[in-house]
């Protein structure tokens, strides 16, 4: 029979491509609808912004520490603020707010989560104190707030046709590990490659990568604060914290400060992707340090506490500014054309599921299906935005093997496309 530890290894890792498939297939369920509305919304500010190429041509600094929310946050904060003039901060959006309490003002903030709630995030008097790295996704509240703050923006690339059809110029692409820690972390990592000598270091403080002291994430961010206004004797900090932690089955990984930490599906996804990372990084460049207080312990890093390296560090060097372009008009060009094409996408799509009705279609009723169809093919751009907004319909014909109801397929394209032309609208 097959070795048991070898049918074991191979069990877990089906698991795990399963978990991640899971996780990957519930986010573009959930974010569907906001992904295009984000990024129309957003193009007042990407138009006036710098992009992710500006900050990765200045001159790399010796030292990145790259601050998450993690529950074990607090306990760095003394040696963060003490040893402050020593290395450039990075911070993921959820870290702000606590690390702006502690007196520590990042020199780059990163945000790429479109949901409403991330708003919350900039909200701090500071806001306009930290440089912010963002993606065109990203809820379109706090982008427009930087704006009114007057803090310098700068975004990097989005994947979905919809950025890339109103892309004025490349603005460099980050890789995706699913949580905003990971787009700072390969950025990080490429800008200290870019050092043509000497050795650079890139530590991780607030990475917990798990429910450490049994928390979601560090006292005083603004997702606990928000669990605050709701509390009761029904509804405590705890209940919610227990509620995270048994969101998804829990799994456990080997700790940093005792053998094992609980975690789940979701942040063990981020745990995998930070360890594939360091392990095809050049060590004799770039110095991988795991100064996080508490959680996973993370394969190919070093785990040094935060008290101990920092002090090696020599002062870092101040960062010049990078340039805030102003913006040409071709943008609003490109947005009237888009509506245009959206409007007849949703016209060809209510006629053909109108058409599909019919129980006997007849033979003249089939031609006009088809040409219908060719030109809802032939409109392109258009034609794969909508359908971005149809990815659960998608989904269920493509991956339950539901069967595909030509009404409802075409009446949810309808849909999207006139949803989509709102957005665009708002633009123009």
């Not at 890792?13 to 569907?32: C, D, G, H, P, W």
């Not at 002291?213 to 209940?239: S, W």
């Not at 299906?369 to 409109?379: E, F, H, I, T, Y």
């Amino acid at each position: 029979g097959a070795d048991t530890a070898t049918y074991t290894r191979a069990y877990e890792r089906v698991v795990a491509l399963l978990e991640k498939r899971s996780v990957n297939q519930a986010t573009i369920v959930k974010f569907q609808q906001l992904w295009n509305k984000n990024i129309l919304l957003n193009q007042p500010v990407i138009q006036h912004s710098a992009t992710l190429e500006d900050l990765l041509a200045l001159p790399p600094p010796t030292a990145i520490v790259l601050a998450g929310a993690g529950p074990s946050l607090e306990h760095s904060m003394a040696a963060l603020r003490f040893f402050r003039d020593r290395f450039i901060l990075f911070a993921a959006d959820t870290a702000l707010v606590p690390l702006n309490r502690a007196g520590i003002f990042p020199d780059f903030v990163f945000s790429s989560d479109p949901q409403w709630v991330n708003h919350h995030f900039a909200e701090t008097p500071h806001a306009a104190r930290s440089r912010w790295l963002l993606d065109p996704v990203v809820c379109h509240a706090l982008a427009h707030r930087l704006k009114a703050v007057g803090a310098r923006t700068a975004f990097w690339n989005n994947v979905f046709i919809t950025d890339a059809c109103l892309r004025e110029r490349e603005r460099g692409d980050v890789a995706h590990g699913g949580s905003v820690s990971t787009n700072a972390f390969d950025v990080a990592l490429r800008w200290l490659l870019r050092a043509e000598e000497g050795i650079r270091f890139l530590i991780l403080v607030g990475q917990d990568l798990s429910f450490s002291n049994r928390q979601a994430h560090c006292r005083g961010a603004v997702l606990e604060a928000a669990v605050f206004t709701r509390l009761d004797r029904l509804h405590t900090m705890e209940q919610h914290n227990l509620r995270q932690m048994r969101a998804m089955p829990t799994l456990w990984l080997k700790g940093i400060r005792c053998e094992k930490v609980p975690t789940n599906g979701k942040l063990r996804i981020f745990h995998e992707w930070f360890e594939s990372r360091a392990a095809e990084t050049d060590k004799s460049r770039v110095r991988l340090i795991n100064a996080t207080h508490d959680g996973a312990w993370l394969r190919g890093f070093e785990h040094i506490p935060l008290e101990e390296i920092l002090p090696q560090l020599p002062i870092a060097q101040t960062l010049p500014d990078w340039p805030q372009p102003v913006s040409n008009s071709t943008w609003r060009g490109k947005i009237i054309k888009l509506c245009r094409n959206l409007e007849n996408v949703r016209r060809l799509a209510e006629e053909n599921a109108t058409l599909s009705a019919y129980q006997k279609p007849s033979p003249d009723i089939l031609r006009q299906l088809d040409a219908n169809d060719a030109k809802l093919r032939q409109a392109g751009t258009a034609h794969e935005i909508a359908g971005l907004n149809a990815q659960s319909l998608i989904l269920k014909i493509t991956e339950e093997g539901n069967e595909p109801n030509a009404v409802e397929f075409y009446r949810t394209l309808a849909k999207s496309a006139r949803v989509v032309r709102h957005w665009a609208q708002k633009l123009v």
